[in-house]
C-alpha cells in the first residue's frame, strides 16, 4: 500500500526559504505512470496546487507561485522535496504531498495523499 | 488562473441525494475530461473520491458519482449518510496546470 509522509519545520521565518520532503513508501518513485505533487491549505481555506514533479525532473508549477518555487526529486531515496522562498505569512498552511495521475501529458488526479504538515511563517 | 466556482455549503437529510456543482471555462472543466472530486473531513487529509470525471476509485461507495456538462462538472451523492459530512472540493486540469474549486461544505441535517 503506497503511503507518503512530509517531513520539514513547522515553523519558518519570514523572508527565509521552507523546506519539505516527501518520503514515499509501498512503491517506487520512479514509476513512468505518474507525477508527484504538492499542494497546500490555508488554515480554514481551501485547496491550492503548488506544483508537481516526475521521477526524471520534468516540472509543473502554479503560475502564482513559480517564481518562488523549486520541486526536486531523489529516486535514490524515493523522495520529492520543496522549496518555497521569500515565504510570509500569507504561505501558513498545512502542505501536502500526493501522487498525480497523468495520461497524454495531462496532469489529474491525486491519491494517495499524505497527512499534511502544517508550516507556520512567523518571527 | 482562477479557481472553479463551488456553492459554499448544501445540506441534506439522510437518505436523500444532493448533488455538488463545479463551474469553469472551456480551458479547463469544458476543454478536458479530467476533473477530479475529494472529500475532506475536519483535520484530515483530502480523499479521491471521482476522476476523471466520472470513475470511482476501487473502495469508494458507489453512492458518488460524477458527471459533466458543458463547463459545469457535478458530483452527486445519492443515500446521504452522517458520514458524507464533509468538505468536498473539485480540480480539474488547465493549460499545464491544475486548478481547484474553492470547496463545498455538505451538511447531513
Known amino acids: 500500500q503506497l503511503q507518503l509522509q512530509e517531513s520539514g519545520p513547522g515553523l519558518v521565518k519570514p523572508s527565509e526559504t521552507l523546506s519539505l520532503t516527501c518520503t514515499v513508501s509501498?512503491?517506487?518513485?520512479?514509476?513512468?505512470?505518474?507525477?508527484w505533487g504538492w499542494i497546500r491549505q490555508p488554515p480554514g481555506k481551501g485547496l491550492e496546487w503548488i506544483g508537481s514533479i516526475y521521477y526524471s525532473g520534468s516540472t509543473y508549477y502554479n503560475p502564482s507561485l513559480k517564481s518562488r518555487v523549486t520541486i526536486s526529486v531523489d529516486t535514490s531515496k524515493n523522495q520529492f522535496s520543496l522549496k518555497l522562498s521569500s515565504v510570509t505569512a500569507a504561505d501558513t498552511a498545512v502542505y501536502y504531498c500526493?501522487?498525480?495521475?497523468?495520461?497524454?501529458?495531462?496532469?489529474?488526479?491525486?491519491?494517495?495523499w499524505g497527512q499534511g504538515t502544517l508550516v507556520t511563517v512567523s518571527s | 488562473q482562477s479557481a472553479l466556482t463551488q456553492p459554499a455549503s448544501v445540506s441534506g437529510s439522510p437518505g436523500q441525494s444532493i448533488t455538488i456543482s463545479c463551474t469553469g471555462t472551456s480551458s479547463d472543466v469544458g476543454g478536458y475530461n479530467y476533473v477530479s472530486w475529494y472529500q475532506q473531513h475536519p483535520g484530515k487529509a483530502p480523499k479521491l473520491m471521482i476522476y476523471d470525471v466520472s470513475n470511482r476509485p476501487s473502495g469508494v461507495s458507489n453512492r458518488f458519482s460524477g458527471s459533466k456538462s458543458g463547463n459545469t462538472a457535478s458530483l452527486t451523492i445519492s443515500g446521504l449518510q452522517a458520514e458524507d459530512e464533509a468538505d468536498y472540493y473539485c480540480?480539474?486540469?488547465?493549460?499545464?496546470?491544475?486548478?481547484f474549486g474553492g470547496g463545498t461544505k455538505l451538511t447531513v441535517l
Open positions: 480540480s480539474s486540469y488547465t493549460s499545464s496546470n491544475v486548478v
Open positions: 500526493a501522487r498525480q495521475g497523468w495520461q497524454w501529458l495531462v496532469l489529474g488526479w491525486f491519491d494517495p
Open positions: 509501498g512503491g517506487s518513485i520512479s514509476s513512468s505512470s505518474y507525477y
